[in-house]
């Protein structure tokens, strides 16, 4: 079956995007929270690969590489510069070898390479910048000769560095995909406002500019709707699975205010104690059908996002997907389903359960 690139498919259709791989990571036991460097790609190859496989069989479209957070500063932060460059390339190559086996008779996946946020960025050092400069260009180097379809640009908190890092991208040939995470103050932390940082994206050439991490659909689709209206190019969406509010529009200072006993040592619930604040899955599906109505095409979840949130997304516009083969069957419940086999008596007892 022919494979088709990108944007390619963004014109007819909506294109699923798995990522957040940190927090799933993390999860299954491969990653430390809060350092968060994906070493799993050297370490652990089998348990990476796996995870793309899952993501894969709830509907991902493409395989990202799990390279967030593998940049040259954070390999520096914990003294492991030399593995950069094999780490890079070993989380491209286990990429591609999922995006290359969707199964028989499906369409491949496509391959994305991934840049972010490299928490370095200093609006008035040059220096500095030249440095993120460089740091993009070699990760983007590394997807080019890996073979990816295209590279995703993400978590940017300054405007100036989404442009460089859409600069870096743009200079490979390949399609550009930019997302940006404004912090709490919801605007941009050079300045720019959240439309006005996605309407120059698009003027500099991006193919797909829009959203991810840091907020959930609460916090996000306000935003989405106003980019909506600003740009014409593709856009997309990534919330986080959790339930941001208006005052506290990010997971880094989200309160537990759900009867927690044991708050976190670190005395914030990022990033390991958000469990009692996620959405549930109907509010990712919810989110998914409004965000395509609005126009956007490229969806996803991003940190905190199982595979079965990629599914609902999946679901919610219509899709039948490998893992929809185990949807709820509430209808077979012992207790709660309708099967004609569940005895009336266990059936009745229901509401006291
Ligand atoms: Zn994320």
């Given at each position: 079956m022919k494979k088709r690139g990108l944007i390619e498919r963004l014109e007819h259709e909506p294109v699923i995007c798995a990522e957040g791989f940190l927090f799933e990571a993390e999860r299954r036991g491969y990653l430390a929270s809060g350092e968060f460097v994906p070493e799993l790609a050297l370490e652990n190859p089998e348990a990476l690969k796996n995870i793309h496989i899952d993501f894969q069989h709830a509907g991902s479209d493409v395989v990202e590489?799990?390279?967030?957070?593998?940049?040259r500063e954070k390999m520096r932060v914990i003294g492991k510069e030399d593995l950069l460059e094999p780490l890079n390339r070993a989380a491209l190559r286990i990429a591609k070898e999922v995006a290359d086996n969707p199964g028989t008779e499906k369409e491949k996946n496509l391959l994305a390479g991934n840049i972010s946020n490299t928490?370095?960025?200093?609006?008035?050092?040059k220096v500095k910048q030249n440095e993120v400069r460089s740091m993009f260009a070699e990760m983007v180097g590394w997807s080019v000769d890996e073979g990816a379809d295209f590279v995703v640009g993400k978590t940017f908190y300054y405007a100036e560095e989404a442009y460089t890092a859409l600069d870096e991208i743009k200079k490979s040939g390949l399609p550009a995909v930019l997302t940006i995470s404004p912090m709490g103050e919801n605007i941009?932390?050079?300045?720019?406002s959240v439309v006005d940082t996605c309407k120059e994206l698009e003027q500099r050439g991006a193919d797909v500019v829009g959203m991810n991490c840091f907020r959930g659909p609460n916090t996000m689709f306000p935003y989405l709707e106003k980019i909506r209206k600003a740009v014409k190019c593709h856009m997309a969406a990534l919330p986080i699975p959790f339930r941001t509010t208006?005052?506290?529009?990010?997971?880094?200072?989200?309160?537990?205010?759900?009867?927690?006993t044991c708050p976190s040592p670190h005395g914030?619930?990022?990033?390991?104690?958000?469990d009692p604040l996620y959405c549930n899955r109907y509010e990712i599906a919810d989110f998914a059908k409004k965000a395509h109505a609005l126009g956007i095409n490229y969806l996803g979840v991003c940190?905190?996002?199982?595979?079965m949130h990629i599914r609902e997304v999946a679901e919610a516009i219509g899709r039948e997907v490998?893992?929809?083969?185990?949807?709820?069957?509430?209808?077979?419940?012992?207790?709660?389903?309708?099967?004609?086999?569940?005895p009336q008596h266990i059936r009745d007892y229901g509401d006291k359960a």
């Open positions: 590489a799990f390279t967030y957070n593998g940049h928490n370095i960025w200093d609006t008035k050092d941009m932390r050079d300045g720019v208006e005052k506290q529009p990010t997971f880094f200072n989200l309160n537990d205010t759900n009867g927690c914030r619930t990022f990033p390991t104690a958000l940190c905190g996002a199982a595979p490998p893992a929809s083969r185990y949807r709820e069957k509430m209808s077979n419940h012992f207790m709660y389903g309708t099967n004609e086999r569940i």
